[in-house]
């Protein structure tokens, strides 16, 4: 079956911009999460929806970022006034429900000229 | 802040040889899992450790969960080529909802 999907694989943008990174899980899935990766280094926790509710988004670095599932299947992050420093690799993982197996997307790598 | 230590955070060996790596912190995990990240891709899951002492196995892959829940170590016997790769461990934070990662081992087996 297929897997977790993400759009664009790639995206590059101007600094001050505004992005969406979309994430398309397993469907079924009710648990989404969104990490962001830096070069050299392991994922670091964004957010985590139970369905359609954030149940913790106390990884979101500031009030720039923001993430919706408003049907409780595709979810999408929203960068807004991107900067520099937000260049990374954003990951998506679904699973069945909380404490399950994680299944990531291959990600959306961010460049922030 | 919980935060998982991983080391070494480089591996280099010749086919064959064994390795060990290890995942520490000072916080106690409800469980931890290890991943196996290609470049490109997302990680994949290797395996969930839960309980303190417990030792799984996967063909020549060991984990180890420590007794207190806040270390683990991964060892490969006779590495292969195909073990190449980065290493992952996470911890599931005990009472909520984040997957603490640690910044990886990059492992390259050389034929």
């Known amino acids: 079956g297929a897997g977790v999907s993400q759009t664009p694989s790639n995206k590059v943008t101007e600094k001050g911009k505004y992005v969406e990174l979309r994430c398309d899980p397993i469907s079924g899935h009710t648990a989404l999460y969104w990490y962001r990766q830096s070069l050299g280094q392991g994922p670091e926790f964004l957010i985590y929806f139970q369905g359609t509710g954030a149940a913790d988004d106390s990884g979101l670095p500031n009030d720039r970022f923001f993430a919706v599932r408003p049907e409780g299947s595709v979810s999408t992050l929203k960068i807004q006034r991107t900067e520099r420093g937000d260049s990374a690799v954003y990951l998506c993982a679904s699973s069945a429900t909380h404490r399950r197996e994680q299944y990531f997307g291959p990600g959306t790598r961010l460049t922030v000229t | 802040t919980q935060l998982l230590e991983q080391s070494p955070q480089f591996l280099s060996i010749q086919e064959g040889e064994n390795l060990t790596v290890y995942c520490n912190s000072s916080?106690?995990?409800?469980?931890l899992q290890w991943y196996r990240q290609e470049p490109g891709e997302g990680p994949v899951l290797l395996v969930t450790v839960v309980t303190g002492g417990e030792v799984k196995r996967l063909k020549r892959l060991t984990f180890q969960f420590g007794d207190a829940r806040k270390d683990s170590s991964l060892h490969i016997t006779a590495a292969q080529p195909g073990d190449t790769g980065l290493y992952l461990c996470a911890g599931e934070e005990a009472g909520g909802f984040k997957t603490i990662f640690g910044a990886g081992t990059r492992l390259f087996v050389k034929a």
């Open positions: 916080s106690v995990f409800s469980s």
